[in-house]
């Protein structure tokens, strides 16, 4: 499977951080967001990938590329441990790049990536959301796949009060943590939401959610949301959603990019005594 991973949003919820850099280049401690992205479609058995950017998104191809003067640097400097760390980024995958011209929403991004998947299922990972667990998401997402043979999206349960920022599905159970969707809204009020699973960035899809994009009308926010488009979908095959395992953070939400750095320090042995006193030891 080839992996479409979304950045070309403006990251407006992290004004003014991302004024002059792209929201996925936060980093958690020393890492940019995408590249746990990446990272995690590679540990699934994925080494081709799509990244659809916008203007202003420089930074992500310079990450995933050969640095010849730092790596020179570096060794000059026999860093030896950083050098094969930054080399190690640049072999991560076969990393391909493509425009979205316009803002015209995640249906219309995901629909760039038509020609380079052809007509086989592909993965689409956003670059919001990060999710630690034993086994990658996306891993998950693909054994299922191959047993269902149909679309199947990671959703995950949603406070009432954050309803209204997410796709929501209505389900019909099939087995543990695995519903058939019977129906999706996108960013419903909670009274009309028909339940609390909300859908996260992980996706598997096939190649005929293509078309359905292209039948898709603007909706929220004027623009072409997967939401609707997979909803489209669901009128001629099955759409499948798991509730994945794993603790998945929205990092284009400030107080839960703050619980993932605390998180991912706590998971680094060099961070992880010092950041645990630090907490214990906080008087508020």
Do not use: W
């Not at 994925?46 to 992500?60: E, F, M, P, S």
């Not at 629909?111 to 990060?130: C, M, Q, S, T, W």
């Not at 898709?216 to 979908?233: F, N, R, S, V």
């Amino acid at each position: 499977m080839k992996a479409v991973i979304p950045a070309a949003g403006l990251g407006t919820r992290f004004l003014p951080a991302t004024k002059a850099q792209p929201k996925e280049m936060l980093p958690l401690i020393d890492k940019p967001v995408i590249q746990f992205v990446v990272e995690e479609a590679v540990n699934s058995g994925i080494d081709d990938i799509l990244i659809i950017t916008g203007r202003g998104k420089r930074a992500i191809e310079d990450h995933f590329d050969k640095s010849f003067e730092l790596e020179m640097v570096l060794e000059e400097k026999k860093k030896f441990d950083l050098l094969d760390e930054i080399r190690e980024i640049s072999d991560l995958a076969d990393i391909h790049y493509i425009r979205q011209r316009e803002a015209r929403g995640l249906g219309d991004a995901i629909y760039y990536a038509r020609k380079h998947v052809g007509n086989e299922p592909f993965v689409v990972l956003l670059g919001d959301d990060i999710i630690f667990s034993k086994k990658p998401c996306t891993k998950q997402l693909i054994q299922l796949f191959k047993k269902y043979e149909d679309p199947i999206i990671a959703v995950d349960r949603v406070n009432k009060e954050m309803i209204h920022q997410y796709g929501i599905i209505k389900y019909e159970r099939v087995e543990n943590s695995v519903y058939l969707v019977k129906d999706l809204i996108e960013k419903p009020r909670p009274e009309e939401a028909p339940s609390n699973l909300g859908i996260i960035g992980r996706y598997v899809l096939t190649p005929d959610i293509f078309d359905a994009i292209r039948k898709t009308k603007p909706g929220k926010g004027d623009e072409i949301q997967l939401t609707d488009a997979i909803k489209i979908l669901s009128n001629s095959r099955n759409i499948y959603a798991y509730e994945f395992d794993g603790i998945r953070y929205d990092l284009g939400n400030k107080l839960d990019y703050i619980r993932a750095t605390i998180s991912y320090a706590l998971m680094r042995e060099e961070f992880r005594d010092e950041i645990g006193n630090f907490i214990s030891e906080l008087k508020i």
